[in-house]
């Protein structure tokens, strides 16, 4: 049992420090953990000798994943981009082109809210699937008033209606929407729209709690992206920012100076943004799906922010144009072959130090008494074979506040003993 208890968030050395407990178990009372320790002492517990016993069967129990950058709510994916990828396109080629981001923009006008609800619906289930139990989930591909709020009332929905809990930002700022880029004004005309109706409107309906700005060329400058996140604070939403991913903007510093509570992607970042990062509370969040999937060779620079002594997550950043994947194991592959993470260092990364940058490490991130009953079991003997077997789902049961809401299952009812034919 991996019970990552003490600290949060992790820095340095101290993200290597997983809590292993041999033989461990809990006990759980009304979804939160009562109790944490070897399986002999829990089980000799008054309160054990009438609970519900689960046996995993020797496996690894860890946190549930955090899993704190998402853009879960899209109407479909962009596969028709990714041979254009492959065949040597840049993702800034493809945005221009009509592709990227406006693409997503222009198929979510077109689903219903039934649409859209379930193809989230649908994904929380596989996100669950592969262990994860809470999640972070940004608007930002309705760039008007009504689709904003329409995504943004969604994932409330949502988050009511299913077991995974959502933590909502809005990210009108995703990109300038198309009616404003003919407009000599336009980006100031937009700025205004989120700043003077759209934030205060997501904040008098408690629809978020976060304000995120994609603050790179071809999205928003840093300038404005300091208008929108002031006026975010203003109405209560902490920022967060995509910063430093296509090209070096200076968002890292903006996110350190406003206390931001997350700067995401980095992969541009200088050693001055380390340095900065390591002496703030804002978490470097790092999204190697999306240099992966996008074929990119430079990654983030996870061990220098390691040991400058940032606070490090590493998150999904799920979304149909740049990182289709919501498997956090994968992740963790990626952090492990491409960040030169340890094992231990992305499992902290994606649980306590997640948690601690949605502001829940009080109650996720870590198998401790106190804290909700969030457990993923995975069908391994070590933990070092979660990141090891790359793309190959080891997930076997998760637990949301001490309910299964994922159990591995044969798809067949039995694996037939040889060719039935
Ligand atoms: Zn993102």
């Given at each position: ?6 600290r949060a ?26 109790a ?35 853009h ?53 289930r596989?996100f ?62 937009y ?25 790179d ?56 943004d ?54 956090m ?25 997640a ?10 991130g ?29 997930c ?16 067949v ?9």
């Open positions: 049992m991996l019970t990552l208890r003490g968030p992790r820095r340095g050395k101290a993200l290597s420090d997983l809590g292993i407990l041999r033989n461990g178990a809990l006990l759980i009372r009304d979804g939160v953990i009562a944490v320790g070897t399986g002999s002492k829990v089980e000799a517990l008054p309160e054990a000798h009438a609970a519900e016993k689960l046996d995993v069967g020797g496996r690894v129990v860890l946190p549930g994943f955090v899993d704190s950058h998402t879960l709510i899209h109407a479909a994916s962009r596969a028709e981009e990714y041979e254009l990828k492959i065949a040597g396109a840049s993702y800034e080629e493809i945005a221009r082109k009509g592709g990227g981001i406006l693409n997503s923009v222009k198929k979510l006008h077109a689903a219903t809210s039934e649409a859209l609800k379930k193809r989230a619906a649908d994904a929380l596989e669950a699937a592969y262990g994860t139990t809470t999640l972070e989930a940004k608007s930002g591909y309705g760039l008007d008033i009504a689709s904003e709020l329409k995504i943004l009332r969604l994932q409330r929905e949502l988050n009511l209606e299913q077991p995974i809990e959502i933590v909502s930002t809005f990210l009108g700022a995703h990109v300038l929407p198309a009616e404003y880029r003919s407009k000599a004004d336009g980006a100031q005309q700025v205004a729209l989120l700043t003077d109706r759209l934030i205060p409107e997501v904040a008098a309906e408690k629809l978020a709690e976060f304000c995120d700005v994609f603050c060329r071809g999205a928003f400058s840093r300038k404005d992206s300091k208008i929108i996140l002031e006026a975010g604070k203003k109405s209560g939403l902490s920022p967060r920012i995509h910063a430093e991913q296509l090209t070096r903007t200076g968002a890292t510093q903006l996110a350190v100076q406003m206390g931001a509570a997350s700067c995401d992607h980095l992969e541009q970042v200088s050693a001055a380390v340095r900065a990062l390591a002496e703030s509370n804002t978490i470097a969040t790092l999204l190697p799906g999306c240099d992966f999937h996008l074929g990119l060779k430079q990654y983030a620079p996870a061990r220098a922010l390691i040991d400058a002594g940032a606070i490090v997550a590493v998150a999904t950043d799920y979304n149909p144009g740049t990182s289709p994947t919501l498997s194991p994968m992740v963790l592959s990626l952090a492990c072959t491409q960040l030169r993470m340890t094992p231990a260092e992305a499992i902290a990364a994606a649980t306590v130090n948690a601690y940058s949605l502001r829940r490490d009080r109650r996720v870590s198998l401790e008494v106190g804290k909700q009953a969030d457990v993923a079991v995975f069908d391994v003997e070590d933990y070092r074979e979660i990141p090891y077997y790359f793309g190959v789902n080891k076997w049961m998760t637990l949301k506040k001490g309910q299964p809401i994922f159990q591995k299952a044969h798809t009812s039995g694996w037939p003993a040889r060719n039935p034919l």
